[in-house]
């Protein structure tokens, strides 16, 4: 803060349990990179490299470098798991974790159908190499997961090893935990909320309504992910009250009679 005001929640301090922000960097240059480290570190945790991106993406070994050295945590999305889990490559998908010095993996089955049982022992195998993060949810649209459904896995993905589970929105918030029109699937939301502690999941939100919405649901210290770089400031801002769509969530009642 460049000047203390009242009345704004307090963050929680880094490295951070709960208040997370995951970037999601779908190509930016070691320059963007460096750029986004000046503006955003103080406020990212995570940085999902996107999709398979990390197998085309130039300079990936100076990106993790500069990621580290401002104490973010790089690591490459599930979507990169899944291409190599169905070319039978899982190995080999190790082996580039480690080429790399990346220290975080996520599992996910969002393109492809995986026997859940599958999927765990994938999670306990990798957790015995990097931090483990799992996505639950499909990115197919159309494919409909029972909400206790959804609730279990997030359950036994967390017992076999996970260090956090993600809701699945895909870049667009168009599927998984919102609806087609970007709003949020509530009762599938609320299951969640009632059933897993909110510090171990990651809600995908890369739209602004959809943050706005889980921050008035949960709080300033609601893991959020999918952020593009050039929104992890006003995420922030929102965060903190510092924006009009978050402006009154956090000041005392007796402010509430100056709401437009």
Known sequence: MNLNLPYIPERTSKPRQSGLTMMMDKGLSPREA????????????????GFGTALITKGLEDK???????????????????????RGKFDEFRTFIDRYGIEMAEVSDGSMAMPHEEKLEYIRKLTKQVTVLS?????????????????????????????????????????????????????????????????????????????VWFIQLCGSSVNLGNIAPGEVVSLESLRLGLRGDTFFDFLPESFHDKKL
């Open 64 to 86: 993790i470098k500069i990621y580290k050295e401002a104490g973010l945590i790089p690591y490459f999305g599930g979507t990169l798991f899944e291409l190599f889990e169905i």
């Open 34 to 49: 460096e750029d986004f480290i000046t503006s955003s570190s103080d406020y990212t945790d995570l940085v999902k490299f």
């Open 135 to 211: 996505e639950v949810g499909s990115k197919v649209a159309g494919v409909d997961i029972p909400n206790d459904q959804w609730v279990g896995m997030m359950k036994s993905e967390l017992e076999a090893g996970s260090w956090k589970v993600i809701g699945e929105a895909r870049e667009y918030g168009t599927i998984g935990i919102y609806r087609k029109d970007g709003s949020a699937n509530t009762e599938l939301i609320n299951d969640i909320v009632e059933q897993v502690s909110m510090d171990n999941v990651i809600w995908e939100a890369p739209v602004k309504s959809q943050q």
